[in-house]
């Protein structure tokens, strides 16, 4: 089954950046999505960047737009997120997670947690103003 896993998560302070990375294993098709989700506590899981592995076309939340960068999926099946500019409210637990592209009748890529099958395990990012 696909696999992925994300690593970067780390504390940094207001305005800092870091780089999440998700290593997405046993992806034996071509079309399909990844994306970014987190999650602070008491609140639900939310839609961070998203993109199509086919074309690119990519999805960003409002909140992160011009902060953060999605990149496309790789030769070594990885998928990282640049976040630059963190601020406090950026504080959560860090998903990637997947889903093939089994019709063209929805948007894509979907930004939404409940579209995507695959999940990673999270990673931490804890920013300290």
């Known amino acids: 089954e696909v696999e992925l896993v994300e690593s970067g998560g780390a504390l940094v302070q207001a305005g800092g950046s870091l780089r999440l990375s998700c290593a997405v294993a046993n992806i034996l098709v071509d079309d399909f999505a990844i994306g970014w989700f987190r999650q602070a506590p008491g609140k639900a899981r939310e839609g961070v960047a998203s993109?199509?592995?086919?074309?690119?076309?990519?999805y960003y939340a409002e909140s992160v737009k011009d902060r953060f960068t999605i990149s496309s999926v790789n030769p070594k099946n990885t998928v990282w997120l640049q976040m630059n500019d963190l601020k406090p409210e950026d504080t959560a637990v860090y998903y990637c997670?997947?889903?093939?592209?089994?019709?063209?009748?929805?948007?894509?890529?979907?930004?939404?947690?409940?579209?995507?099958?695959?999940w990673g395990q999270g990673t931490q990012v804890t920013v300290s103003s």
């Open positions: 993109i199509s592995s086919v074309d690119g076309v990519t």
């Open positions: 997670a997947a889903v093939l592209r089994l019709g063209y009748g929805v948007s894509w890529p979907p930004s939404l947690d409940w579209q995507y099958d695959y």
